[in-house]
């Protein structure tokens, strides 16, 4: 518990990153993906559309539905994008819905910020005083770990695409990492910190997570418990009531039943790949943070994050590989990351910048040779496998996607210059290349290649092969469909769906079955089947219409 700590950091290495650049960093970030797009496939889909189903008057807002099936337990994600289509009508649904959204996962950086700043000023987190003075000052330095820490979120691959869907597990994030909040200010701020405890965990539950709520609970019971504040000891019985809170609302919702049942399927090996890729670069620093600062394991500055990252790993591990699940702990794997700072080398540091450096601009430059292909047709085979593997897409030009990517590309190469130049104080320089990396493929992708990507990913382009043979706002009857298709007929298509009547009792004049390539069209009394077709980039899922018979009407 005395072990001396391994950080060595001067006034000059403290110095924060210009919250102007901070600011960009995040927009660069969090905006890409928001505008432009239909919902994607599966979960994204799906979400919106039991969010536009309540916002329509097509399911009540305690009992969220699609197609009349019911939905689990997260009625909170469902609640804020249907109030939001509501309250922007002149907007399209699926950006209005996304809006909120968007707004989380900013929030999940600012409390990923504060978090962190509350953590490294705690005593046990200082950096080693120097004979003559010249250490960091307590607050510059936990300003620069807290930089740090907001960085490695950005750079965390797993995030990308998950944390930019309209899905309950975002919420569930948010929730997380209030919690994460909630344990990292209780010694400062008592009253903030409770009270972010006591929404957290609830919210966590009404989003479909009540089995991971009451495991923080436990978590954070046990390390304010042994806590050397007295103040935080305190704030034990308070998490422990969230927890109760979180309990409650679970069982209200019925969402446990799911969660228990998954918690036979253990892979730990897939479990331990999906981590590989999904926690990169955050999971590395982490380990290195576990090992120099093995004597203060017991501490908050450690104890906290390690514990939130522990149990959603465990919870990943229980639902047999879920990245959702881990998802949950990358905010508190990247404080972990962040207090790996203080204690890298000069070379660890090189290799991280030079290995960002390469695989970035590689990644910036093949998006844009593809993207030239689409426009121009040179290079020919990049064009021509685009053409193979997204067929009837049609490029589309857009001069402010362009430009936008464009000063986002000479962004990262300014950065490159400012890194690989004599910079090489900041705290949190060895970050700034991995976030803005992340931050301008991600965003190339957003702009330049978002016309393709919604083509591959969206179910517009079946709507539209459906539309040749079911009239719009026609009924279909959609037994044992995908709840993502499900969702995409009701809120994109426009059309009736059915899907808990019985084929030879609904009242419908279509009926749709899902089934891979390998299965026979399945028969249905009193349907006969008039068209077989699937999405243009899906090789494995088909749809097979059926229209009511004439002897059958």
């Avoid at 004599?422 to 290649?449: D, E, I």
């Amino acid at each position: 518990m005395n072990s001396p700590t391994p950080a060595l950091v001067t006034q000059r290495a403290a110095q924060r990153l210009p919250r102007m650049a901070l600011l960009l960093f995040c927009a660069a970030y969090v905006l890409p993906g928001v505008f432009g797009r239909d919902p994607w496939k599966n979960a994204d889909v799906s979400a919106f559309g039991h969010m536009a189903a309540l916002a329509e008057g097509r399911a009540p807002w305690f009992a969220p539905a699609l197609a009349g099936l019911p939905t689990d337990g997260a009625l909170v994600p469902y609640w804020l994008g249907a109030v939001f289509i509501k309250a922007l009508p002149w907007l399209d649904a699926a950006l209005a819905a996304r809006i909120p959204f968007a707004m989380l996962l900013a929030l999940v950086l600012t409390l990923t910020w504060y978090a962190t700043y509350h953590l490294a000023r705690t005593e046990a987190a200082q950096p080693l005083a120097f004979a003559f003075g010249g250490e960091a000052t307590p607050v510059d330095y936990a300003r620069a770990v807290a930089d740090g820490a907001l960085l490695a979120v950005v750079a965390t691959l797993g995030l990308l695409q998950l944390g930019h869907e309209t899905t309950p597990e975002l919420v569930q994030l948010v929730g997380a990492t209030l919690f994460l909040y909630a344990l990292a200010a209780a010694p400062f701020r008592k009253g903030r910190s409770r009270a972010a405890a006591l929404l957290a965990l609830p919210v966590m539950a009404a989003s479909g997570a009540p089995a991971m709520a009451v495991v923080l609970a436990a978590v954070g019971t046990a390390i304010c418990a042994r806590s050397a504040y007295a103040q935080v000891r305190g704030t034990a019985l308070w998490i422990a009531g969230a927890g109760l809170a979180a309990v409650a609302v679970g069982t209200a919702l019925s969402a446990w039943g799911w969660r228990v049942a998954d918690l036979a399927n253990l892979h730990p090996f897939s479990t331990l790949r999906l981590l590989a890729w999904f926690g990169w670069p955050a999971w590395p620093l982490a380990l290195w943070t576990l090992w120099r600062w093995r004597g203060h394991l017991l501490h908050r500055h450690i104890s906290v994050p390690l514990g939130i990252t522990l149990a959603a790993v465990l919870a990943c591990l229980a639902m047999g590989g879920s990245d959702r699940a881990l998802m949950l702990g990358v905010p508190s794997l990247a404080v972990l990351a962040a207090f790996a700072l203080p204690t890298l080398q000069r070379s660890t540091a090189a290799a991280i910048d030079w290995f960002s450096v390469f695989f970035f601009s590689i990644c910036a430059l093949a998006i844009w040779v593809i993207y030239a292909a689409l426009q121009t047709g040179v290079p020919a085979k990049p064009a021509a496998n685009v053409a193979r593997l997204a067929p009837e897409f049609v490029p589309v030009f857009s001069l402010p996607a362009l430009l936008i990517a464009a000063a986002g590309t000479l962004a990262w190469i300014w950065l490159v210059r400012w890194r690989t130049g004599r910079h090489r104080h900041p705290l949190w320089k060895s970050l700034v290349l991995p976030a803005g990396g992340v931050a301008v493929c991600w965003l190339l992708l957003m702009t330049l290649w978002l016309p393709l990507l919604d083509h591959a990913r969206s179910y517009r382009p079946l709507l539209a092969r459906l539309g040749e043979h079911i009239p719009r706002d026609a009924c279909i009857a959609a037994p044992q469909v995908p709840r993502a298709l499900l969702a995409a007929l009701e809120s994109m298509g426009r059309y009736r769906v059915d899907a808990i009547t019985p084929p030879e009792l609904a009242p419908c004049e279509f009926l749709i079955a899902s089934l891979d390539a390998k299965q026979p069209t399945p028969e249905y009394p009193g349907w006969k089947p008039i068209a077989r077709i699937q999405r243009p980039t899906d090789r494995q899922d088909f749809t097979v219409v059926y229209r009511r018979s004439a002897a059958a009407r």
